[in-house]
């Protein structure tokens, strides 16, 4: 498996999962949804690049070109919003603020 790449997806339990019609960095369709009707409503507190609206970030932990890293990404689809390598930097007290805002 290739290493991971912001703005791409990365596997999730969905059937049927979500993709980007565009490629990697554009906007995420679930194959049951229209690009205009999002299975959400803009309520969140974040916006991924997929283009949901979401509460919190899901934290990821893998390896990146044979480094520990930590993925952050959208909960509903899976994009790759930032890779942090090595993996401790997010454990940084003073950098989450900047992670998720």
């Known amino acids: 498996m ?26 995420v369709v679930f194959p049951f949804e229209t690009v205009n009707n999002q299975l959400n409503e803009k309520t969140g507190m974040f916006y991924p690049g997929c283009g949901h609206s979401i509460m919190h970030w899901e934290i990821a932990w893998i390896a990146v070109g044979g480094v520990p890293s930590a993925l952050v990404k959208c909960p509903l689809c899976g994009w790759i919003n930032s890779i942090w390598t090595p993996a401790s930097l997010i454990e940084n007290a003073v950098l989450v603020p ?3 805002g």
């Open 98 to 100: 900047f992670i998720f």
């Open 2 to 27: 290739d290493d991971p790449v912001v703005g791409e997806l990365m596997p999730v339990s969905f059937v049927p999962p979500p993709y980007q019609p565009g490629g990697p960095g554009t906007p």
